[in-house]
């Protein structure tokens, strides 16, 4: 996929603005980088070109927050399987990804970022299976994480209400939410690559969108005291709304005639 060289500078500078501003969502709060850069990048192009022009800075990003993380036996020791189911679950999205129709794919994001936007109340739904049958839940869990991932490049709300209802702790949440999106992006990438969506001459374009995203990731660490939560996540769930429904408007015109 080479066409994406083709945007103009404006689109450019717009596609800079967006991985600066998921960056630092991610340095602020530990994770968050696909939840925006993805939507708003597919209101630029399609899904499919979205996710290429996404990967490596959402990679270099994950790779940097699972390293620094620390508390390595608390999450990645007691939690791993989920991240390893992450990749089945993200090869097959991305064979999805890979021959579907763009428009629809547009409908799947909407969906899943209502999904993000509803938390709260999906996470009131009766779980207590999970704890009754853990080997099961991490299993359906990192395949329904892993399927979004390889997609639509959005996991978070099937692996957020799962981690919460186990109870795990902040900086582990972050820590195995992070190794999750790293194998379901990873996958995601070799799986495209092997496929012939993505070029060198593409991915050696996304070097300087991924100085970005570590600038943005290093000016979110800083400012992650004088941040206020609420606020922030108020005003994103404003903005991811908007856009869902805009996504809904862009694929629903595939199944008019």
């Not at 602020?28 to 070109?49: C, E, M, N, Q």
Request: charged share 10%; with cysteine.
């Amino acid at each position: 996929m080479e066409s994406e060289l083709l945007f103009s500078w404006p689109i450019w500078m717009a596609i800079g603005a967006t991985i600066f501003a998921a960056a630092l969502t991610q340095g602020t709060f530990g994770f968050g980088f696909p939840a925006i850069s993805t939507p708003l990048l597919v209101l630029l192009t399609d899904v499919k070109t979205a996710i290429v022009i996404n990967m490596l800075p959402n990679l270099v990003v994950n790779i940097i927050d699972v390293i620094r993380g620390g508390n390595w036996g608390t999450s990645l020791g007691r939690h791993w399987r989920v991240a390893l189911y992450m990749v089945i679950g993200a090869f097959a999205g991305a064979q999805i990804l890979i021959f579907a129709p763009a428009d629809p794919l547009r409908l799947l994001l909407a969906l899943m970022i209502f999904a993000y936007l509803c938390q709260e109340q999906l996470a009131r739904i009766d779980w207590r299976w999970l704890k009754r049958y853990p080997r099961g839940s991490e299993l359906a869990f990192g395949l329904v994480g892993g399927f979004f991932s390889g997609t639509v490049n959005l996991s978070a709300p099937p692996l957020l209400i799962y981690f919460l209802l186990l109870g795990v702790e902040t900086t582990a949440l972050t820590q195995i939410l992070n190794l999750c999106f790293l194998s379901g992006r990873a996958t995601q990438a070799v799986t495209l690559g092997f496929a012939g969506e993505i070029r060198l001459v593409a991915a050696l374009a996304y070097i300087p969108l991924t100085a970005v995203a570590i600038g943005g990731l290093y000016a979110g660490s800083r400012l992650q005291r004088r941040f206020s939560p609420q606020t922030y996540r108020r005003a994103l769930n404003r903005i991811l709304f908007v856009i869902a429904i805009v996504l809904i408007y862009q694929g629903g015109r595939y199944f008019v005639p």
